[in-house]
């Protein structure tokens, strides 16, 4: 295994246990709730149940990323070890933390000028970043070297496809991707926005569908068309939910019959309370190794 850290921020939203299993380095994002503070820790501050529970009650929420201070005191934890770090940021096109961690790179490469310290900018979120983090993983515990690890992540960081809908839009409504119009409308309509994450990390509304059940099959679909070798996709799958495991269950079923090469089951893990606080409870994300995202 080669002697490097590899390391995320907590929106990978994998699990606890995963991020330890896997020996991944993580750093935590920041949310509010009803005005307290606390960090986005895996579900360890505040339980994922009582969080979603809480917004569907009305609970106000707001983010913070991680501050250049807070990423120069986590690299320099490993730096000042005599270790090399690859650290991989939420997607640019949804936070401003790539920019930090790379101010604190800049910083730390003065007074470690004999260590490495890569930074990537992930262009994923949620468990398509966690997906992009295993494959790191992989590479780097077959005995890849960090320069290996890195270039391969930024030459296929964009074949990781994202595929998500959203149940309620009252949260995007509130996040003013939505009209309030529009919201209206289409809650009343049952309208689900299937949703992609495009080549600049950017969350884009790609259509219109009416009806869950619908837009589930839509989602399906969109790994048929865009998944490595079509049907024959014999890579991993991950799926985010949440609060909504049913509905997320109901999607790996579908693609557990479609895709019967398929690397073993779908894994299902939560959104965490970062990304969480933008989508709110009751939505679905699909992720997959497929066609490099061009727009």
């Known amino acids: ?26 750093i935590c994002f920041h949310f509010e709730i009803d005005g307290t503070e606390y960090p986005d820790d895996l579900g360890k501050s505040i339980s994922l149940d009582k969080f979603y529970n809480m917004m569907a009650d009305g609970a106000m929420t707001r983010t913070s990323q991680v501050s250049v201070g807070e990423y120069e005191e986590y690299f320099e934890k490993f730096l000042s070890q005599g270790k090399d770090v690859l650290h991989l940021t939420l997607s640019s096109g949804i936070s401003g933390t790539y920019n930090s961690a790379m101010i604190a790179k800049q910083q730390l490469e003065e007074k470690y000028p004999d260590r490495k310290l890569y930074v990537v900018d992930s262009l994923a979120a949620s468990a398509g970043f966690g997906l992009l983090m295993d494959k790191l993983a992989d590479l780097r515990d077959s005995g890849k070297s960090i320069d290996e690890v890195y270039n391969w992540a930024e030459e296929n960081k964009l074949t990781c496809n994202h595929w998500f809908f959203v149940s309620n839009l009252k949260y995007l409504v509130r996040n003013g ?28 509304v790609r259509s219109k ?10 989602q399906v679909q969109k790994m ?14 991950y799926i985010s939910n ?36 933008h989508t709110g409870p009751g939505t679905v994300a699909l992720f997959f190794w497929g066609q490099k995202r061009v727009d």
């Open 177 to 204: 991707r939505v009209s309030k119009a529009a919201g209206a409308i289409g809650n009343v309509l049952s309208i689900c926005p299937l949703l992609n994450v495009d080549n600049v990390g950017k969350l884009i």
């Open 1 to 26: 295994m080669s002697d490097f850290i590899l390391s995320a921020c907590s929106t990978a939203d994998l699990s606890l246990e995963h991020f330890e299993r896997r020996d991944i380095k993580y």
């Open 224 to 237: 048929v068309e865009l998944a490595n070798n079509g049907a024959d996709y014999a890579e991993e799958c």
């Open 209 to 218: 569908v009416r009806g869950k059940n619908a837009v589930m099959k839509a």
């Open 242 to 277: 949440s609060h909504c495991y049913e509905d997320a269950r109901a999607v790996a079923d579908m693609i557990e019959e479609k895709f019967p090469k398929l690397k073993g089951k779908v894994k299902i893990y939560d959104i965490g309370t970062t990304i969480g606080s």
